[in-house]
């Protein structure tokens, strides 16, 4: 894959899932390393408040080998699967026993970025296998970013002033007291020039 994958919450993982619900298909979700486990437990939660009814199985084999000799026992709508630890040797097995991996319903492995970047340079059918389907876990950070800057343009656009303009306004003291303003300033970090005046 030359694109970076798409960042998305687990809400929105699990309604892709239940939208593809019925059909045979491979994700692959990213998380931070150690995340895995939490991870898993987040899709699940969010699969089971959208439909109750949805049949989720979760495994978290420590090996590729110890994955194929489980797998074909499971007939859960959607598998979570724990493939953190996966190293090369891992993803190659995977790799050269990809037909083994065919089921009916959707399988989700869960892992990280760096397993992914060994995943990708050893593993080249089992990686056409999964398609576009690959998608990295939302950054709550990103997301908050995101939001404040949309709110200070908003603010902006309200005003017809610069970040700037407003800082200067509150070191000497001459800012209007509307909340707007005061909001401004915590959002750009400068929330101690609320108590200067």
Known sequence: MSAAPKSIA????????????????????????????????????????????????????PSAARLLHEWPSRTEDVLLVGAEPYTKDDWALLDRRCSDLAREGLTVFVTTPSAFETLMQVAPHFASWLGGLVFSQEDPGERLAAMRQRRLASLRAWSGKTDEEVTRAAESDALPRDPEYAEWLVLLGRGDLLDAG
């Open 10 to 61: 687990a809400t929105e993982l699990a309604l892709r899932l239940l939208v593809c619900r019925g059909a045979r298909a491979c994700f692959i979700y990213l998380v931070r390393p150690g995340d895995t486990a939490g991870a898993i437990e987040e899709i699940d939660a969010e699969l089971l408040a959208l439909d109750d009814q949805v049949a989720i199985g979760t495994l978290f084999p």
